[in-house]
């Protein structure tokens, strides 16, 4: 069990009061370093909250609290005599400066994501035991996984995207999006069709294939399309795409398995231009994909 949990306290407290306790500290020592621990916090709260509110205050001295901490125990591997001789050779603002370091490289990752990000998540109250390392190593976790996710989506979108993509850096958004796309992939791997994108012909092709066939030989079907797909990609992105569920495809499976509204349905997770969504629901103003019904279009708008 580690130090601080056995005490109830932060590891940078317990290392100043057993430095002073064992006469390593003098109280000089321990004295100045509460002036910059104090200095810090104000520069804090005057930069990230308020100097006005008391409960700003004392929140910045958390923040400041846990920054050192991520930054003393980053350098010690949580050894109190170690610790103890950091503080001592290199200083309370050095191990701040280290902490914040860790915490700036979350923008190293992503800069959006660092932007999610607020600084008291940092924070550390007095009686606080929460290892600091840990908060932040689950951070940097979240931050690759947003990035990867940003990046997979970009990767399929090039692919499958039947609009123009605008970028975003919403998670959802990102997740629903993919979805989308990949329910499509699969969609026309159903129909044994080397294209990329849905045009009528294909959309007409999959609603006959998915309302005729028998849903076990459709499902059998379904699981050799993800497997094949997910052989396709490299290992990460086939890693990530399993541990995020993107591969389980309920939504599209329970519509297959149902058998019901699948002209409702299917439109609604598939990734389809705007002219054929435009089609699907009767809207004549969405434009021409040069299908027959644009002749018909065509013909009404001539003067006769």
């Keep these: 069990m580690k130090i ?17 306790a064992d006469g390593y500290f003098t109280e000089e020592f321990v004295h100045k370093g509460k002036q910059q621990l104090s200095d810090m916090s ?9 100097i006005i509110y008391a409960d700003h205050i004392k929140k910045a001295c958390e923040i400041v ?16 005599e170690k610790a103890k001789d950091i503080i001592k050779t290199q200083g309370i603002v050095y191990c701040f400066r280290a902490g914040w370091a860790k915490y700036a ?3 190293l990752i992503s800069a959006e994501y660092f932007k999610q990000i607020k600084l008291d998540t940092y924070a550390l ?37 039947a609009n123009v993509v605008i970028p975003e850096t919403d998670e959802d958004y990102l997740r629903f999006e993919l979805q989308k796309l990949l329910n499509s992939a699969i969609a026309l791997m159903l129909i044994d069709s080397q294209h990329k994108v849905f045009n009528n012909e294909r959309y007409d092709q999959l609603i006959s294939y998915l309302s005729k066939t028998d849903v076990k030989i459709l499902l059998e079907k379904f699981a050799l399309c993800v497997a094949d797909f997910a052989e396709t990609q490299s290992v990460s992105t086939k890693n990530y795409l399993q541990e995020s569920s993107l591969l389980d495809f ?8 149902s058998q019901k509204k699948l002209s409702v349905y299917i439109p609604e997770i598939l990734e389809l231009s705007v002219n054929l969504t435009n089609e699907l629901n009767d809207d004549f103003e969405g434009g ?12 009404y708008l001539k003067p006769e």
């Design 4 to 20: 601080a949990e056995l005490r109830n306290k932060p590891f940078i407290l317990l290392v100043l009061k057993d430095g002073l």
């Design 42 to 50: 104000l520069r804090i709260a005057s930069d990230n909250l308020s």
């Design 65 to 80: 609290l846990g920054i050192i901490n991520l930054g003393l125990l980053s350098h010690c591997d949580n050894n109190t």
């Design 105 to 107: 490289e979350l923008k």
């Design 125 to 161: 109250a007095a009686n606080d035991t929460s290892d600091i390392t840990l908060i932040h190593a689950d951070l940097v976790k979240k931050g690759q996984d947003s990035l990867k996710l940003f990046n997979l989506h970009r990767i399929i979108s090039s692919k499958y995207a």
């Design 250 to 257: 309920n939504e599209f499976k329970s519509i297959i398995t």
């Design 288 to 299: 021409y994909d040069f299908g027959i019904d644009d002749q018909e279009d065509i013909a």
